[in-house]
């Protein structure tokens, strides 16, 4: 009798202990999904300065009050103060210069997104491109876009286009669906 007794109350407190956990133990499905998700750190520098380089010669140089680099799935690096960077020739002079009010960088692509007063303007020739949007691809090292632009060039010639395609130096561009005066020198023209 007296084994059936503490094995009658040995039964009972697992059995108590068993209800006590099941119903203490409560989380929504909310609670328990949030814990499985991945969470991006967000970096804020302030004051960058960086170089590119190809082969150990410098490109370009990359100024911007400020930058945010999120780490997720696809890394993020933004410029959202502005950003100017400035493109080197081979032998190290500047070349061309690029200013934007805001930038991103998407890095498994190698493409920078730029947008709101844009411009890219060159040392060498004083040709200036305005848009609102322009991508750089940094890989095959152009300037492309699908919006409306317009170049600058010296002597006060003014042309627009739709689109434009031009090296990140700015040297040589073609412009789409382009209209605008030129002023051909006489030399130029067949006799």
Request: proline letters at 4%.
């Amino acid at each position: 009798m007296t084994k059936t007794f503490s094995s009658a109350r040995i039964f009972t407190a697992a059995f108590l202990s068993g209800c006590f956990f099941i119903c203490s133990c409560e989380n929504s499905m909310e609670e328990v999904n949030s814990l499985n998700v991945k969470r991006a750190s967000v970096d804020v520098v302030d004051s960058v300065t960086s170089y590119m380089s190809q082969a150990g010669i410098v490109k370009a140089k990359l100024t911007a009050p400020v930058m945010t680099r999120t780490d997720a799935d696809t890394p993020l690096v933004e410029f959202p103060k502005s950003l100017q960077v400035e493109f080197y020739d081979d032998s190290t002079k500047p070349e061309s210069h690029l200013f934007a009010r805001y930038g991103k960088y998407l890095e498994k692509q190698g493409k920078v997104f730029l947008r709101d007063s844009v411009f890219v303007f060159n040392m060498k020739k004083g040709d200036t491109m305005l848009t609102n949007e322009l991508w750089w691809d940094k890989n095959k090292e152009i300037f492309y876009n699908s919006k409306p632009v317009i170049i600058k060039q010296a002597g006060n010639q003014n042309m627009r286009g739709d689109s434009i395609i031009a090296d990140q130096n700015f040297n040589s561009y073609t412009l789409f669906n382009g209209s605008g005066l030129r002023n051909i020198p006489d030399s130029s023209l067949p006799k």
